[in-house]
């Protein structure tokens, strides 16, 4: 069974910070996915990436897979409170989704 | 724009209780699927669908039974609720067969607390 390990598990930073957080498997993504959610509403999609290698940028956030296609890391630039959230990457290549245990995001302002 | 509803929202029941909590999606999507989400867990897949008249399990089945008549609704039962079922439940759905995106719209949650 493919497990998915997000790290790390809390953060708590001033508004303007940057930050990284990754995402690693235990098995070769099939493609894979990043969600926001935030409190009381379910995951927004934010980005897929299919090939090793691949980096997305979405505003002040850059999302990297990397070469081996086994791990990922979301970095946002100058964090701000509408950044605040759980983070989830999931492996989406087959219709058994899977879901990591997620980062909790804080963005003071 | 209705995307995915979930109802109710909020649920309490009693151990040995059962309960249908309902999902219906406006987009046309093929697949349909039922998560549940524990603290520190992630999001946990119980069930899921392809199309009208099929279903198959996902990674925590036991206790959960769906079906899917219409490509619309797809509802979960809950048999006999235990308190270990206490969570919190997304419906999501995607188009099926969608392998460069597969986009899972997600609905509110429903709250479930089993005493």
């Known amino acids: 069974t493919q497990l998915l390990e997000q790290s790390p598990q809390f953060l708590s930073i001033q508004e303007g910070e940057n930050l990284t957080v990754y995402c690693n498997s235990s098995?070769?993504?099939?493609?894979l996915q990043w969600y926001r959610q935030e409190p009381g509403e379910g995951p927004v999609l934010l980005v897929t990436?299919?090939?090793?290698?691949e980096v997305k940028k979405l505003k002040r956030l850059t999302f990297q897979f990397g070469d081996a296609r086994k791990d990922s890391s979301l970095h946002i630039t100058a964090a701000q409170p509408g950044d605040t959230g759980l983070y989830l990457c999931?492996?989406?290549?087959?219709?058994?989704?899977?879901f990591g245990t997620g980062t909790r995001l804080k963005v003071l302002a | 724009n209705a995307g995915v509803t979930q109802t109710p929202k909020f649920q309490v029941l009693k151990t040995g209780q059962s309960m249908t909590l309902q999902c219906a999606q406006d987009m046309n999507h093929e697949y349909m699927s039922w998560y549940r989400q524990d603290p520190g867990m992630g999001l946990r897949l119980i069930h899921y669908s392809v199309g009208a008249g099929i279903t198959d399990q996902g990674e925590v089945p036991n206790g959960y039974n769906v079906s899917r008549s219409t490509t619309e609704d797809f509802p979960l039962r809950l048999l006999s609720a235990a308190p270990s079922q206490t969570s919190v439940y997304f419906c999501a759905s995607s188009h099926a067969g969608d392998s460069n995106t597969g986009e899972l719209f997600f609905g509110e949650g429903s709250r479930l607390t089993v005493l």
């Open positions: 098995s070769v993504f099939s493609s």
């Open positions: 990436v299919v090939t090793g290698g």
């Open positions: 999931a492996d989406s290549g087959t219709y058994k989704y899977i």
